[in-house]
């Protein structure tokens, strides 16, 4: 069997998921927003899947001035769901808690 068939490679010799800074997306949106380059074009000189470039153009025409926050930074919107969601679970643990005492105490009263 030949092992340097792609789907037989070891993980760490397979492609890595290449990453682009926010200055490159800024880049690539104004190649095709404001010097009129097609998608497909612009695409091909970066070295970019096309659908890749069309979601950045998406992106920041939906909002300018938070598209691509980087890696780690998350939008207001996606920092109030997860601060949302942190005090979901703190709250389902509180309850879960006060639900065993109830149990607990109304088993002791009787």
Known sequence: MDTEIGC????????QRRKFGREFK???VKLVR?????????????????NVLRKW????????VQA?????????EQ???ERLR????KL???????KKAAAFFAKEAT
Request: glycine share 6%; no cysteine.
């Open 86 to 89: 942190r005090e979901v679970t």
């Open 8 to 15: 037989f490679m070891k993980p760490e010799v397979a492609m």
């Open 92 to 98: 389902k643990a509180e309850r879960d808690i006060l």
């Open 34 to 50: 404001e010097r009129g380059v097609s998608v497909a074009q612009a695409a091909r000189d970066l070295d970019v899947h096309e």
């Open 79 to 81: 920092q109030e769901i």
């Open 68 to 76: 691509f926050p980087g890696h780690g930074q998350m939008k207001p």
């Open 26 to 28: 800024l880049e690539a």
């Open 57 to 64: 153009v998406r992106e920041f025409g939906t909002d300018p």
